[in-house]
């Protein structure tokens, strides 16, 4: 590995905490797009994502997009260079619409590994094409970044000091390729795999790290979270900001701004812009005593399937074309982002305590069973009390589907990441408490990427062989980068 570049993944944690915390509106001064003419809004993001692997010629760490493009005949890798078209064609597309006298939107959502991937290929086409939706100032109304996990780990079992480690790691990246004024402007989150944890201290220190890392909204599954009471979320709820409470096992309470994503099948919601036309049928609806518009929030793989890669870019511009034919007068259903969104209630005066509160699912159930007086030990044992009733019960969180287990199964893979995880913190966290510097040391940062590494989803949703022996070698390398002299 020591012959290999290290992707920019630490280094910066003080000043880029500085810099992303600052107050007030980021997409208002850009926005042109006016709260009181518009009836309903839809907001479409597209994720995209490819695992690094330690799979080079002579083993180094490569993405898999690279892998595909070196390997045709397996599998479907002949759909490599369509996927690489898929991860530059919005470069092409937006400005194409605006030329055209439309006013699109989009919000994107690439993970770290892709980022680096691209980087390591060389593909200097990529790259532009994404430094043009990132910083050129004429695509700034029309694009919003989600910020999201470096390397696509999956929340709910993710060790829970590597939370921040990966927002951070994110954060690092996207500001050493596009700048710290693109990266102030990120305030969205996107979970991977949409998977958001459920245990009482995970989510806590998730919500906790996203506010500290200076995001104010989270993209959320609608049948990952319910109301205070255990309902599901009411219809008028999907289309509206929600207030994500996350409570710790302790009593302390912290909250995020949450955006609901609809239930459905992704890639034809999002690759048919059904969103668009789902929110022509909305009407506006009070929120603390303001009409404001309902937003219609969706995410879909930007690459994957023949809906994305061949539906997407027709269904997108026939949308925006439509919208622009039919004009933005009084009454419109227009494209919003998500940042945009929330900063025009704002502006419009729309009390933050109007959102409606929400909590991650099950909670309810938990909280009932601990009591009054919440204490690490009484939520430990509240747990073990309702799974024994009810095998059912889960706190290992909520994904796109609950048809996919991220933890059954997989002990050969969530063991070693737990060590891995261990080590790391016991080795470094009293060398960074003595010397924050030591972050930018490229001991430092060889050992944090194979812990970053360790945690893609990608070694446990296909299953077991090829994958989890990926991960076994990143846990091996992962190790003798921590033997330290």
């Known amino acids: 590995m020591s012959q290999q570049a290290l992707p920019p993944i630490a280094g910066r944690e003080a000043e880029l905490l500085v810099l992303v ?164 402007r990120v305030k969205g989150f996107s979970l991977p795999e949409m998977a958001l944890p459920n245990h009482p201290d995970t989510l806590f220190a998730l919500v906790q790290a996203l506010r500290e890392c200076g995001y104010r909204w989270l993209l959320v599954q609608e049948h990952s979270v319910e109301n205070r009471d255990g309902s599901a979320l009411r219809q008028e709820q999907l289309f509206i900001p929600n207030r994500l409470v996350a409570r710790s096992s302790s009593g302390e309470e912290v909250a995020i701004t949450a955006l609901i994503k609809t239930q459905g099948s992704d890639t034809k919601l999002v690759g048919q812009m059904q969103p668009y036309y789902q929110a022509l049928g909305l009407e506006r609806q009070l929120l603390g005593g303001i009409a404001i518009p309902p937003l219609v929030s969706q995410i879909a793989d930007g690459e994957n399937g023949g809906v994305m890669m061949n539906e997407f870019p027709p269904a997108f511009l026939q949308a925006h074309q439509r919208i622009a034919r039919e004009g933005a007068g009084d009454g419109a259903t227009v494209a919003i982002n998500g940042t945009e969104y929330l900063d025009l209630l704002d502006a419009a005066g729309v009390p933050g305590d109007a959102f409606p509160t929400i909590q991650a699912v099950g909670q309810h159930r938990l909280w009932q069973q601990v009591g009054v007086a919440p204490t690490p030990a009484a939520v430990e044992a509240a747990i073990a009390k309702l799974q024994a009733n009810d095998p059912s019960f889960s706190m290992a969180g909520a994904s796109w589907t609950n048809d996919l287990s991220w933890v059954e199964g997989y002990a050969n893979v969530l063991e070693p990441m737990q060590q891995l995880s261990a080590r790391f913190h016991q080795t470094f966290d009293p060398l960074v408490a003595q010397d924050p510097a030591i972050t930018q040391s490229p001991a430092y940062q060889e050992a944090l990427l194979h812990l970053l590494l360790l945690e893609t989803s990608c070694f446990r949703y296909w299953g077991q062989g090829i994958w989890t022996d990926y991960a076994r070698e990143i846990h091996r390398r992962g190790v003798a980068a921590l033997a330290l002299p």
């Open 21 to 184: 915390q600052p107050p007030g509106a980021v997409a208002l001064p850009r926005t042109n797009l006016k709260l009181e003419s518009i009836r309903s809004g839809f907001a479409c993001a597209l994720h995209m994502h490819q695992p690094t692997i330690p799979a080079g010629a002579g083993g180094e760490l490569i993405s898999h997009l690279q892998y595909m493009l070196e390997h045709p005949g397996e599998g479907d890798n002949h759909n490599a260079e369509p996927f690489a078209h898929c991860y530059r064609r919005l470069a092409e597309i937006l400005p194409q619409l605006i030329a055209e006298g439309c006013n699109p939107r989009i919000m994107l959502d690439y993970s770290g590994n892709l980022l680096w991937g691209v980087e390591q290929m060389g593909r200097a086409d990529i790259l532009e094409a994404l430094r043009c939706l990132a910083t050129d100032p004429s695509l700034q109304p029309h694009v919003e970044w989600l910020g999201t996990f470096w390397s696509h780990a999956v929340a709910p079992s993710t060790p829970i000091p590597d939370l921040k480690l990966q927002i951070q790691a994110w954060q690092h990246h996207f500001a050493a390729l596009f700048g710290t004024e693109a990266l102030q």
